[in-house]
């Protein structure tokens, strides 16, 4: 939609993020737009959850209350490390690192899944890519803090992308899946790490990885490995991108230039194009119950947020043509 038309309708947080993300403003003309950005009460709680970064057990991946789902919310909206808070929970990131430069989580899997029924460090494929990209985004220099993390994750890639893995301390657990297959979220996250950093956006396990996504949207009726459809409820509009949704998906296949004529990419674009109103604004669909405080977190009005993320697929499919 218009430009200035989604800055009329935004409250401050979000009018940050739109200048700086979609307006292409300069960051340093935003001092302004940011610290009325950081005054309202729903990012200052987010700030205080983040700040104590471990203190939220990480049981279930696809919980929008995960203490990296909220940073990398934070991250999104343009906010750094200049934010006391963020810097306390890069910090807390960086001190949990495993020998092969992978950092850790603090989590509990029971015994009858596998786990050791204990909370300890330890790290999944759907978690460890998003501490990765949280860190990238937080500006840490990237071959002393990234570099060996992602290298030994992209170890593990596979023809059809990533597979279901964990760290040792987790013991036997694997998802409710085949051995075989692709972890499709694991997939997704490890597409969007890699298509920030130049050395692999390129690469054989970025380019797999796209394919592999993009090869589930066209067997989408009899393909679904550990349990991941792009069914009915997929194909809803949501926010925020934190886990497997259509504009999960085509917000990170937006990153990739060589996707921008394939017919399933664009079927997915059609798609939710075809869901904006006649205004130029998206509503919800399917919404996450804990996040009702926010423009996204109802189904029965426009959401300038949800509205916002696919504004920036628009405008990076502009960028590539």
Same mark, same amino acid.
């Given at each position: 939609m218009a430009y200035q038309k989604l800055l009329e309708i935004s409250d401050d947080w979000l009018k940050y993020a739109i200048r700086l993300n979609l307006g292409h403003e300069p960051k340093d003309k935003l001092a302004e737009f940011r610290n009325a950005a950081l005054a309202d009460g729903r990012i200052r709680r987010y700030l205080?959850?983040?700040?104590?970064?471990?203190?939220?057990?990480?049981?279930?991946?696809?919980?929008?209350? /995960?203490?990296?789902?909220? %940073? !990398?919310? @934070?991250?999104? #909206?343009?906010?750094?490390? &200049?934010?006391? *808070?963020?810097?306390?929970?890069i910090d807390a990131i960086i001190r949990h690192q495993d020998g092969h430069g992978v950092y850790q989580s603090m989590t509990n899997v029971p015994r009858h899944y596998g786990g050791t029924g204990e909370d300890v460090f330890s790290w999944c /494929?759907?978690?460890?890519? %998003? !501490?990765? @990209?949280?860190? #990238?985004?937080?500006?840490? &220099?990237?071959? *002393?803090?990234?570099?060996?993390?992602?290298?030994?994750?992209?170890?593990?890639?596979?023809?059809?992308?990533?597979?279901?893995?964990?760290?040792p301390e987790l013991g036997k657990f694997r998802g409710p899946g085949k051995k075989d297959d692709c972890c499709p979220y694991a997939t997704l996250i490890m597409a969007d790490l890699l298509s920030y950093i130049p050395e692999y956006r390129d690469s054989r396990a970025a380019v797999s990885s796209v394919k592999a996504l993009l090869n589930l949207w066209e067997h989408s009726l009899d393909l679904h490995p550990y349990m991941f459809f792009m069914g009915t409820d997929f194909r809803k509009l949501k926010a925020p991108s934190c886990w497997y949704d259509i504009v999960s998906l085509a917000g990170v296949l937006s990153k990739y230039g060589f996707v921008r004529d394939d017919p399933r990419f664009l079927e997915m674009i059609n798609h939710i194009k075809g869901k904006q109103g006649r205004d130029g604004l998206f509503t919800p669909e399917s919404i996450y119950q804990k996040l009702k405080d926010w423009d996204f977190g109802q189904k029965k009005v426009p959401s300038p947020y949800l509205t916002y993320l696919c504004d920036r697929i628009f405008d990076r499919l502009e960028q590539w043509a």
């Amino acid at each position: 939609m218009a430009y200035q038309k989604l800055l009329e309708i935004s409250d401050d947080w979000l009018k940050y993020a739109i200048r700086l993300n979609l307006g292409h403003e300069p960051k340093d003309k935003l001092a302004e737009f940011r610290n009325a950005a950081l005054a309202d009460g729903r990012i200052r709680r987010y700030l205080s959850d983040v700040a104590d970064f471990h203190g939220t057990l990480v049981t279930n991946h696809k919980n929008p209350d /995960l203490s990296i789902h909220k %940073l !990398l919310f @934070l991250l999104d #909206l343009g906010f750094d490390t &200049e934010v006391p *808070e963020i810097k306390a929970a890069i910090d807390a990131i960086i001190r949990h690192q495993d020998g092969h430069g992978v950092y850790q989580s603090m989590t509990n899997v029971p015994r009858h899944y596998g786990g050791t029924g204990e909370d300890v460090f330890s790290w999944c /494929l759907c978690d460890a890519p %998003l !501490l990765l @990209l949280a860190l #990238l985004k937080a500006g840490m &220099e990237y071959r *002393e803090y990234i570099k060996p993390g992602v290298d030994h994750l992209v170890s593990l890639c596979r023809d059809k992308g990533f597979p279901c893995a964990v760290s040792p301390e987790l013991g036997k657990f694997r998802g409710p899946g085949k051995k075989d297959d692709c972890c499709p979220y694991a997939t997704l996250i490890m597409a969007d790490l890699l298509s920030y950093i130049p050395e692999y956006r390129d690469s054989r396990a970025a380019v797999s990885s796209v394919k592999a996504l993009l090869n589930l949207w066209e067997h989408s009726l009899d393909l679904h490995p550990y349990m991941f459809f792009m069914g009915t409820d997929f194909r809803k509009l949501k926010a925020p991108s934190c886990w497997y949704d259509i504009v999960s998906l085509a917000g990170v296949l937006s990153k990739y230039g060589f996707v921008r004529d394939d017919p399933r990419f664009l079927e997915m674009i059609n798609h939710i194009k075809g869901k904006q109103g006649r205004d130029g604004l998206f509503t919800p669909e399917s919404i996450y119950q804990k996040l009702k405080d926010w423009d996204f977190g109802q189904k029965k009005v426009p959401s300038p947020y949800l509205t916002y993320l696919c504004d920036r697929i628009f405008d990076r499919l502009e960028q590539w043509a």
